[in-house]
């Protein structure tokens, strides 16, 4: 860990989770590492702040691919997006594709600060990712380029990512 204030939030990335999880659940499993400050649940992932000495490490010792509510739980720490960049959403994507693909992929359109590819559902043969880009014109450009185009035999779905208060450019 980076960080050097032993009293310093770690985000956690938790991903594979049940569809019906809680805050409540998340904060009872992570809760005997170290002290729970926030915990965002979106859909079969999450986001908790651990505070604690060596509570992130602990956590993510203990819990990364330990089974719960029927899953394999991914916990990771979470690295922290570039603050001045452009979230570009990208769905449909082959599980053949990696995010070593999708960074050269884009990367032509313009420089490319972080790539998260999240893993399909095993039900769905379809993932998506998360493209972050140093500038917003190049994110824009990819975004019309590549909308709709086949990437490893599949149409790819590209925009910009709903988090972002930007609206998405005209169609």
Do not use: W
Not at 46 to 69: S, W, Y
Not at 135 to 149: F, M, P, S, W, Y
């Amino acid at each position: 860990m980076e960080s050097t204030d032993k009293n310093e939030a770690i985000k956690l990335f938790v991903g594979n989770l049940a569809l019906d999880t809680s805050q409540e659940d998340l904060t009872q499993l992570f809760g005997p590492y170290g002290q729970v400050v926030t915990c965002s649940v979106l859909r079969q992932f999450a986001f908790i702040h651990l505070q604690g000495d060596g509570a992130a490490d602990l956590a993510i010792r203990e819990l990364n691919g330990r089974e719960f509510r029927g899953r394999n739980l991914v916990v990771e720490e979470s690295r922290g997006r570039p603050m001045h960049s452009t979230k570009v959403f990208v769905g449909n994507l082959s599980a053949m594709c990696s995010a070593e693909d999708l960074q050269e992929l884009f990367q032509t359109f313009g420089k490319v600060l972080e790539c998260d590819k999240v893993k399909a559902r095993l039900s769905s043969s379809a993932g998506y990712a998360f493209v972050h880009m140093e500038r917003k014109e190049d994110a824009v450009q990819a975004i019309e380029a590549l909308h709709g185009t086949t990437f490893k035999g599949r149409p790819l779905s590209v925009e910009l990512s709903n988090v972002q208060p930007t609206p998405p450019p005209p169609p």
